[in-house]
């Protein structure tokens, strides 16, 4: 079974700076998808940002952005400029492409990330 | 685009009650939906994933009697949960993914309570 690990249970950061959310996975498969998912207190989940594995160029949306070793089996978040309204749970996700377990979500522990002013 | 909306937002019911909480892809037609739990401060824990048409695939150890999956169609999913009891209260949060999509979306959740 595929495990996601975020080793990291609370992080901080000053307002502007940038921070960096780790996340290591376990999977014997050679396709699949990596999310990063943003919990703010309305505990409503948000995208943030994905990344599809046969493609080696890491994402990047606005100021996230990922680093994405394959082989390390590490997907780490990296936030720019931080802002207060980052402040939130996140969470690293796994979903494998194919199976009877395609779509299927196995999330990391969560992160929870504090901006201070 | 591709949302999902949950209802109701927060539900306080007495302890043997059922309760039923609707899941709706608002501008999407989505073949899959899931449901999660989830603790404070905790991890989503997936339920149950649902077909539309089909009978829902629960995880180990959520029963199934209690609670109820229906996907009546493409765009609306309910969780029923069937007598409820104190240890029932929790966050329940649905999610969507569209059809031949990799990308699921959230509604934003449902508080149970249960007295």
């Known amino acids: 079974a595929q495990t996601v690990t975020q080793s990291q249970p609370e992080m901080s950061v000053q307002e502007a700076e940038t921070v960096t959310l780790s996340c290591t996975y376990d999977t014997s498969e050679s396709d699949y998808y990596l999310f990063w998912y943003k919990q703010p207190p309305s505990r409503q989940m948000i995208l943030v940002i994905r990344q599809e594995a046969y493609k080696q160029q890491n994402a990047t949306e606005n100021r996230f952005s990922v680093n994405f070793q394959k082989a390390a089996k590490s997907f780490s978040l990296k936030i720019s400029d931080s802002q207060l309204g980052d402040a939130a749970m996140y969470f690293c996700a796994y979903m494998r492409t194919g199976g009877t377990s395609y779509g299927k979500l196995t999330f990391g522990q969560g992160t929870i990330l504090t901006v201070h002013p | 685009g591709a949302v999902v909306s949950q209802h109701p937002s927060r539900v306080i019911c007495k302890s043997g009650t059922s309760v039923k909480i609707e899941c709706r892809s608002l501008?999407?037609?989505?073949?899959?939906m899931f449901w999660y739990r989830q603790f404070p401060k905790k991890s989503l824990m997936l339920m149950a994933t649902?077909?539309?048409?089909?009978?829902?695939?629960?995880e180990q150890g959520v029963e199934k009697d209690k609670f109820l999956i229906n996907h009546a169609s493409l765009t609306l999913s309910t969780l029923t949960v069937t007598s409820a009891h104190p240890e029932d209260s929790s966050f329940y949060i649905c999610?969507?993914?569209?059809?031949?999509?990799?990308?699921?979306?959230f509604g934003p959740g449902t508080r149970l309570t249960v007295l």
């Open positions: 999610s969507a993914r569209v059809r031949l999509g990799d990308t699921q979306y």
């Open positions: 649902s077909n539309e048409g089909s009978k829902a695939t629960y």
């Open positions: 501008d999407f037609q989505a073949t899959t």
